[in-house]
């Protein structure tokens, strides 16, 4: 019997092979080897579509926290936020609240208080009043939330979020609106007593 070494197909080393007479028993020993390459070979393209599956899946959304009550108080403490046709401000001591909205024959002003809670809400209580009528005092609400870093707001109960303040400051931010002090205090006077001389 003469020993004859031949090179393996898929690692290029060699290979022990006996005489052609033993050809047929060498394949029935080698019949194994046949479904462990399918299994292998199942093994490493789900591994390889699993990889695929992570890479293509969409990142998880960043989990939202709500700002504390101080957080909330020195967003908006002694500022003006200003609006498209007025501005409303939120006072210091006591938290007073004052408001104003002019335009063609709808300005109206109101006074009342704000606050804020440990929920995340910053609300206004006031009574809206203009020429032409005199409203009830109203509680209305905007929620926070803090995602990703950046601080988002909606109007009570299911505005939709947007943006209202990140770091650093975006061009979109609705705090960009916001101004330190009582900027717009003559103007709601000016509207207070247009008012108030209708009346």
Known sequence: M??????????????????????????????????????????????????????NAK?????????????????????????KDGAAYFGQTGRPFRAWTSGQDSASVAEGRWLVTKDGKMCMDAAWRSKSYKGKQQRICYSHRVRGGAIEQRK????????????????????????VGDTKSAQFEETRKLIDSKN
């Not at 990142?59 to 609006?83: C, G, I, K, M, S």
């Not at 009570?156 to 400051?169: A, M, Q, V």
């Open 59 to 83: 990142p998880a959304e960043a989990a939202a926290t709500v700002p504390t009550a101080f957080e909330l108080q020195r967003l908006y403490t002694d500022r003006t936020w200003l609006w």
């Open 156 to 179: 009570d109960p299911d505005g939709d979020w947007y943006s209202f303040k990140r770091t650093p400051e975006d061009l979109s931010d609705e705090y960009r609106k916001f101004e």
């Open 2 to 55: 003469r020993l004859l070494i031949a090179l393996t197909v898929s690692t290029g080393l060699p290979w022990p092979c006996i005489s052609r007479e033993r050809e047929g028993g060498q394949s029935a020993r080698h019949a194994w080897l046949v479904p462990l390459l399918v299994v292998c070979g199942q093994l490493a393209l789900s591994g390889a579509a699993q990889a695929a599956n992570e890479k």
